[in-house]
Each structure stands twice: as C-alpha cells, then as structure tokens.
C-alpha cells in the first residue's frame, strides 16, 4: 500500500482500493459504477471501508471519457457581485442539487479573453452542461461550447442575429423601462429622466427604449427626453446627478449599482423623495429595504429565472421532460413610497 506524506501525496487509485480489500479491479469498478451485478454484501461492504481508508475518490473524468456523466454543471455570469446573478445562481444551485448535480460558479467581469479562459478549462474538465450569460451579449466563447457538445443555456442576454439556435431564459428588459416611466407619467410627471449604464449590451439599452417609448406614447416631446449615462459605478451615479437639469421632476433609475450613487448625492444635496423629485428604480437590491422614504422599484424576476434556467439545461441532459427553447419574464411594479403626484406646473399634490 502506498504510504502519503502531507507534502506530496499520490493519487490513491482503483488498484490500490482492489489490493487492500483482496479482490480485483473489476470488483471495485462494479461497486463504484452504476452497473447492476449481483455481488455479495460483505465483498462490497469490505471495498467501501478500504476505499474509505485509503480516501479513494472516484475519477469522474475517467468516467466521463467513457461516455458516462461527471454530475458537474457550471454557471458562467458577467457580474458576480451583482444581485441579479447571484440570486439566480442561489436558484440554479438548488434545482441542480436536487437533480444530483454540483455547480461550478465563474465569473467573467464583462471580460472576454477571462470568459473565454474559463469556458476552456471548465470543457477540459468535461462539465455535463453549462448556463452562461455573455459578456456583452457576445457569441464568440458560447461557441466553444457549441463545438465541444456541450449542452447549454443562455442566460439574460441573447445573442447576435445569426447565432445556431439555443435555449434561453431572460426577462423583458423593454418593458422594465416601459413600466418605470409609465409609472411616473401616471403620477403626472412629464420632466422624467433616465440615468443608467453606457453599454453595448443590447438588453441593458433596451432600458431606455422602454423609457423613450413611454414618453412618446403619453405626448412628451423629443427635445423634452432626458437620457444620461455613465460607466457602471457610484461615481458615475454621483456625476450623472449632478447633471440633472432642474426641471426635472422625476427620474428612473436603469441600474441599481449607480442608482447608489444617485442617491447619496441626493441625501447629501439635500434633495427629498418623493418630496422634491420621484424615484422608481429598476431591480431591487438588499439595501432598498433600509431606505426611508422607501422606493418604489421594477422588480425583475429572478429566482423564477435561476428556477427555469437550470430546468431548461436539465432537460437537454435528459433529466426532466419537455423542450424548452425561449422564456422571456415579465417585470412587475413593487410600490414603494417614493412616487409622487404631480400637476405638471411645479406643484406636487
């Protein structure tokens, strides 16, 4: 029996587990594999206790060139600390233990070249499936998994026009825009800005359309539209506050990391909501709920996402019936306290 020293240990293997419990390799592979073969209950009881005296580990990758399942899934998001993904990964973790599955979690920080680092590794290891939401909505990595059989799941951000058809779970971007300033029009708001994210990212930008076509709809001219966008921060959302023309009455805030910075600038400005100027702000972070007026917020639906997410990859591996192509979410309005009437002359009701 090989001896393991804290310095370099050798990998214990399925011979040495077969040499300490007296019998041959194939018994052991019996016992460890899924196969049915009638073996008696002492032979097999004595390979366990050697393989867990010796602490073997079965070589899923082995096993995996066989053709048979590793039970390793990976999830690849673009923002890691934001709580969109990681309440959807809380979900996905869990549909996927239930399932017998573990889950890798990565994170590509809107990189590229790191996202495209990950998805080879995370191939190399032979993971069963895969659900990715890519940076910047782009397909070349996705198309890694593609080309290796991997079976996998976009998530939030469609791809290009003319990527190979796939599975994907999103919410309505558009509407959460949409619904934002609807909200605020309905108060009586017409001098309504948007202060958000200066992206590429097709489905972040489609935010302000949302917002652009609410105020066409309810007759706000064009020259009336207030659009400012920044980098992805709390500076920004300081800097973009700063810039607010002050007639403006009401503001939608796109993405709640800046949203932080557009508040702080307002508590320190002095600036009350809802009494000098009405927020809605899409997404509902953690720390909404210690704020006092509190706010009302688009809330997009993420744990119904991270549920279906990980369905949609379950039923590509065989796990669970149906053929789940497209699921795109809708957004609901969560009332808060910071929405108030307006005449439209510069008096709140």
Same mark, same amino acid.
């Given at each position: 029996?090989?001896?393991?020293?804290?310095?370099?240990?050798?990998?214990?293997?399925?011979?040495?587990?077969?040499?300490?419990?007296?019998?041959?390799?194939?018994?052991?592979?019996?016992?460890?594999?899924?196969?049915?073969?009638?073996?008696?209950?002492?032979?097999?009881?004595?390979?366990?206790?050697?393989?867990?005296?010796?602490?073997?580990?079965?070589?899923?990758?082995?096993?995996?060139?066989?053709?048979?399942?590793?039970?390793?899934?990976?999830?690849?998001?673009?923002?890691?600390?934001?709580?969109?993904?990681?309440?959807?990964?809380?979900?996905?973790?869990?549909?996927?233990?239930?399932?017998?599955?573990?889950?890798?979690? *990565?994170?590509?920080?809107?990189?590229?070249?790191?996202?495209?680092?990950?998805?080879?590794?995370?191939?190399?290891?032979?993971?069963?499936? *895969?659900?990715? *939401?890519?940076?910047?909505?782009?397909?070349?990595?996705?198309? @890694?998994?593609?080309? %290796? /059989?991997?079976?996998?799941?976009?998530?939030?951000?469609?791809?290009?026009?003319?990527?190979?058809?796939?599975?994907?779970?999103? /919410?309505?971007?558009?509407?959460?825009?949409?619904?934002?300033?609807?909200?605020?029009?309905?108060?009586?708001?017409?001098?309504?800005?948007? &202060?958000?994210?200066?992206?590429?990212?097709?489905?972040?930008?489609?935010?302000?359309?949302?917002?652009?076509?609410?105020?066409?709809?309810?007759?706000?001219?064009?020259?009336?539209?207030?659009? @400012?966008?920044?980098?992805?921060?709390?500076?920004?959302?300081?800097?973009?506050?700063?810039?607010?023309?002050?007639?403006?009455?009401?503001?939608?805030?796109?993405? %709640?990391?800046?949203?932080?910075?557009?508040?702080?600038?307002?508590?320190?400005?002095?600036?009350?909501?809802?009494?000098?100027?009405?927020?809605?702000?899409?997404?509902?972070?953690?720390?909404?709920?210690?704020?006092?007026?509190? &706010?009302? *917020?688009?809330?997009?639906?993420?744990?119904?996402?991270?549920?279906?997410?990980?369905?949609?990859?379950?039923?590509? @591996?065989?796990?669970?019936?149906?053929?789940?192509?497209? %699921?795109?979410?809708?957004?609901?309005?969560? %009332?808060?306290?910071?929405?108030?009437?307006?005449?439209?002359?510069?008096?709140? @009701?």
């Amino acid at each position: 029996m090989r001896q393991r020293d804290k310095g370099n240990a050798p990998v214990v293997t399925i011979k040495d587990v077969a040499k300490l419990a007296g019998t041959s390799i194939a018994t052991v592979s019996y016992v460890f594999s899924d196969r049915e073969r009638p073996l008696r209950p002492e032979l097999r009881e004595k390979v366990l206790q050697a393989a867990a005296e010796l602490g073997y580990v079965k070589n899923a990758a082995a096993s995996s060139l066989k053709g048979k399942k590793r039970g390793i899934l990976a999830v690849v998001v673009a923002q890691f600390g934001n709580t969109f993904f990681t309440r959807m990964c809380v979900e996905i973790v869990s549909i996927a233990r239930q399932a017998g599955y573990v889950v890798t979690l *990565c994170n590509s920080d809107e990189d590229l070249e790191q996202e495209r680092l990950i998805l080879e590794r995370l191939i190399a290891q032979r993971i069963d499936g *895969c659900i990715i *939401c890519p940076a910047f909505s782009r397909s070349d990595n996705v198309e @890694l998994l593609r080309q %290796h /059989h991997v079976p996998y799941v976009i998530l939030e951000r469609s791809l290009e026009i003319g990527a190979p058809t796939y599975s994907f779970v999103g /919410h309505d971007n558009f509407q959460s825009g949409y619904l934002a300033a609807t909200t605020l029009l309905a108060a009586g708001h017409r001098r309504i800005a948007f &202060l958000g994210w200066n992206t590429p990212i097709p489905n972040v930008r489609e935010r302000v359309d949302g917002y652009k076509t609410a105020m066409w709809e309810w007759g706000v001219a064009e020259d009336q539209l207030c659009v @400012l966008l920044d980098e992805l921060s709390m500076e920004a959302g300081w800097r973009m506050a700063a810039q607010l023309p002050p007639a403006m009455s009401a503001v939608v805030l796109g993405h %709640h990391e800046s949203a932080k910075g557009v508040l702080q600038y307002f508590q320190e400005k002095g600036v009350i909501w809802p009494d000098d100027i009405s927020v809605v702000l899409i997404g509902t972070p953690e720390w909404t709920q210690m704020l006092r007026p509190s &706010l009302t *917020c688009v809330q997009r639906p993420e744990q119904e996402m991270g549920r279906t997410a990980a369905m949609a990859l379950l039923e590509q @591996l065989g796990e669970t019936p149906g053929t789940l192509r497209e %699921h795109m979410f809708p957004c609901v309005l969560q %009332h808060g306290q910071s929405v108030r009437e307006y005449d439209g002359e510069g008096n709140f @009701l």
